[in-house]
């Protein structure tokens, strides 16, 4: 498995600016990124965990919830680089928590306990206001009722020269590609097929945005691909 | 890159029986089986041309096609996996050639000129009756006006205990598909973004049709699995 060497490592001269990034985004082989009957128990769907097989044992994501060894090699490599140099996250309300409509009380602090693995601001998109929730570790949800747009330039602000992550789900992602607010994409395929649920390209026209693939690598348990909008400079 | 012992290079017991197959198929990070825009100069719709990289240079599809050369490796063994044993083709109209609706005369003989690489019968699937066109090399046109029942059933005797590979375009393996007549199919995902056209996995639920996949392996120009029908016995 070679790199390609075009642009991959670097940053299009743009070293130390934020980037607004999709990382470790785990999709199944017909394309969904959630599984169908969504539920607390099964919060990406029927089926859905399975596409994590390829990270949940990696050193760096049992690093970064807090537990020793795992694995090295292409998965790790790419799951360092999906959540390192982060500033800011963005998620949608479903992916802090299973709660539809307005909030019944405050007592939801969503799935990861009292020390989230974020340990920066996380901005969640929702449409019903709820204060600033703050967390062991340095986590501290931020409730974000104006829009896509104004989530982006709050998370700026706190990320100042790290990335932003775009950390899903589906419908979130879908939104700000949509609005051409994503300079890259790290996707995992995975060898897990879902039948149905939220297809991540849905609506989605990423020729006409501009992107290319400049890394596809392949593991035993995932293929990597990495994202990114063509700069005008090599157009 | 190891190979899942489970089911591979078996053939569930059923060894010297035809098997429906989908071989050689390529679709793009963003699962399309075609590009947007379909054409005489764009058979495969825009930019479609181009997740055939990993096999136009292999040794198998060179040889297919009367060149000599080509690359080994795993590119070239899932080509000559994709392709061998097979007694029958099973195409839509679409992947014959370009013109819709009746026949306006005899003239267009199919993209691959006087001598086809197919060298087998191949059932061609079309609303307009037209004789059968014997060609070079063994290959003959047989055109099926009475749907994709009726061309199986011809392809079947055909085929004998070889197998029949229902060859394209993404509407006629959707059609095969969703009638659950496909015992196996071989993907090719490739590092292309097409962004419009035919999504192969368009309305077909391959879970609840009872897939799984049974090999990932990924060479530098494409990740390839093997999508069967679970069995019985290992239910």
């Known amino acids: 498995m070679t790199e390609n060497k075009k642009t991959i490592g670097k940053d299009h001269g743009r070293e130390k600016t934020t980037r607004v990034r999709v990382g470790n ?16 128990d099964n919060p990406l769907g029927v089926g859905g965990e399975d596409m994590h097989d390829w990270v949940v044992s990696t050193r760096s994501w049992r690093q ?3 537990r020793e060894g795992g694995t090295e090699g292409i998965d790790d490599d790419f799951a360092k680089r999906g959540s390192g140099n982060i500033g800011a996250w963005i998620i949608g309300r479903n992916m802090f928590g299973p709660i539809r409509g307005p909030w019944p009380d405050m007592n939801w602090k969503g799935w990861w306990g009292d020390n989230p693995p974020y340990h920066v601001p996380v901005y969640v998109l929702t449409h019903h206001e709820r204060p600033p929730l703050e967390m062991d570790g340095g986590t501290t949800f931020y409730f974000v009722t104006e829009g896509i747009h104004d989530a982006l330039a709050k998370a700026r602000k706190a990320a100042d020269v790290k990335d932003i992550l775009i950390g899903g789900g589906v419908n979130t992602i879908q939104q700000y590609l949509r609005e051409g607010l994503i300079d890259e994409l ?9 039948g149905g649920g939220e297809r991540l390209f849905e609506g989605v026209d990423l020729r006409r945005s501009g992107y290319e693939c400049v890394r596809f690598e392949t593991s035993e348990k995932a293929t990597h691909v990495i994202l990114q909008r063509k700069q005008s400079e090599d157009a």
Chains 1, 2 share one sequence.
């Open 25 to 40: 985004f785990s999709i199944s082989l017909d394309g969904y990124g959630a599984g169908p009957d969504q539920s607390v």
């Open 64 to 66: 970064m919830h807090g």
């Open 186 to 194: 790290h996707i995992a395929i995975t060898p897990t097929i879902l």
